[in-house]
């Protein structure tokens, strides 16, 4: 199966110019571009990232170009309006926060096809803007800049149309294909079907300046089969960066996908074949409540992005929300996991001078409806401190029942939890 039949199984594959197929029967330099106006990537980057793998694995030479000089102008594609310009130094730092999480995909130490980073910072920075026109502008039509998709839009829909900074980004990209071209051997271009415009400039300049044949293809734009954008949650963007959304977080998010997307998500973001994806399609289809494939998707995505230590620990603690041990899980991961359940706090000083009554505490949270219910509900074994059975109606709980001296978890039951936090005195 040809690297273009890999993706095409997958509906990795949208279109692509004449010849491409052909092209890739060798091993050859292809590139993605990736934006890096800010310090991580997220979900929506695995689609391309994803891509440079499978042609990795094909024996091609895969080129992740860090744009952090066409990131300080902003590609006008895919946007309604205009975005806010970043400083150097901003946009340097967040280039070398990309550079590592691509890592976690890509083999840069193979001696056989390594994978190569590029930042085109390194020759657009130094690039005379006479020159530039010169060398580069001279081979691009402005009226044929106007017809394509992503300038038409801008220019038709946004009363304001679309600045000149915006507009040269065409001639930008252009020059990254050009440069690759010449420095790298990289004859392929691949990106986002928002980028087809874009791509086949490049195509255009490399032939007008080379006399030689470049190639270029695309990649569909991932939604849900809700028709709303991949990688939003009602907490906003799903980071591949674990400071900005957790281990857990991420893990919940690929488990919480929905039966009509699971499929199409397993082909997208992990490598498993044909036949096993058949299987999981066929457990979905079956038994929907057991979410074989969600689980199966989330542990592969998970253990990639966060390594195998990053999938324990959210797997752990999704156990812990459904009632299982907290045991070696930390006090910012308590926060995370129970940042949606009914809470309330105690004074610092009142645990750590004498302790609470665990009746009143299970009154005053309200998870028992008053301390008669509460003394029932632990005689009966329906109350959990920190996933632990209480067995004391009388028990006073004091600051080492709380992990870290920060929190206590209150379970009633299977499903009703409350968090209590020791606040003050710090």
Not at 196 to 224: C, K, M, S, Y
Not at 381 to 407: C, H, K, M, Q
């Amino acid at each position: 199966m040809s690297v273009l039949d890999e993706l095409a199984w997958r509906g990795l594959l949208q279109d692509a110019t004449e010849g491409t197929r052909e092209h890739l029967e060798s091993p050859r330099g292809v590139y993605i571009g990736f934006d890096p106006t800010a310090d991580s990537l997220h979900v929506g980057s695995l689609l391309p990232i994803m891509v440079l793998v499978h042609l990795q694995r094909a024996g091609h030479h895969p080129i992740a170009l860090v744009g952090g000089a066409t990131g300080l102008i902003g590609d006008p594609s895919g946007k309604s309006s205009e975005r806010p310009l970043l400083t150097r130094e901003a946009m340097e730092a967040n280039a070398e926060g990309i550079r590592a999480q691509l890592a976690h995909f890509l083999d840069f130490e193979t001696e056989t096809n390594p994978a190569r980073m590029r930042n085109n910072l390194d020759w657009l920075g130094a690039t005379n803007v006479l020159d530039f026109l010169r060398d580069v502008g001279k081979h691009f039509s402005v009226n044929a800049m106007l017809r394509k998709e992503s300038v038409r839009r801008r220019v038709e829909s946004d009363e304001q149309g679309i600045s000149f900074t915006e507009f040269s980004y065409q001639l930008l990209q252009s020059a990254d294909f050009l440069h690759l071209f010449e420095a790298d051997d990289c004859s392929v271009q691949m990106g986002g079907s928002d980028q087809w415009g874009n791509i086949t400039a490049g195509v255009d300049l490399v032939r007008r300046v080379t006399g030689h044949q470049a190639f270029g293809a695309v990649v569909p734009l991932v939604t849900t089969s809700a028709g709303t954008k991949f990688g939003k949650t009602e907490e906003g963007t799903v980071w591949l960066d674990p400071a900005r959304t957790s281990p857990f977080r991420f893990y919940q998010f690929w488990v919480n996908v929905s039966d009509e997307d699971v499929g199409r998500y397993l082909r997208f973001f992990t490598l498993e074949d044909q036949g096993d994806i058949a299987e999981l399609d066929a457990a979905t289809a079956a038994e929907p409540h057991r979410r074989v494939a969600q689980r199966a998707l989330a542990e592969e995505v998970t253990a990639r992005v966060h390594g195998e230590e990053g999938l324990r620990r959210a797997q752990q603690a999704t156990q812990a929300l459904f009632g299982g041990s907290l045991d070696g899980l930390g006090a910012e991961e308590i926060a995370d996991i129970f940042a949606d359940v009914p809470s309330s706090s105690v004074p610092r000083t009142a645990i750590e001078e004498g302790g609470v009554g665990l009746l009143d505490l299970l009154a005053e949270s309200g998870l028992c409806s008053s301390k008669g219910d509460a003394r029932r509900s632990v005689d009966g074994g329906g109350i959990y401190l920190n996933g632990v059975r209480a067995e004391d109606s009388a028990a006073r709980i004091g600051a080492a029942d709380f992990v870290e001296g920060r929190f206590l978890v209150l379970r009633k039951g299977k499903k009703s939890y409350h968090l209590v936090e020791a606040v003050g005195g710090e």
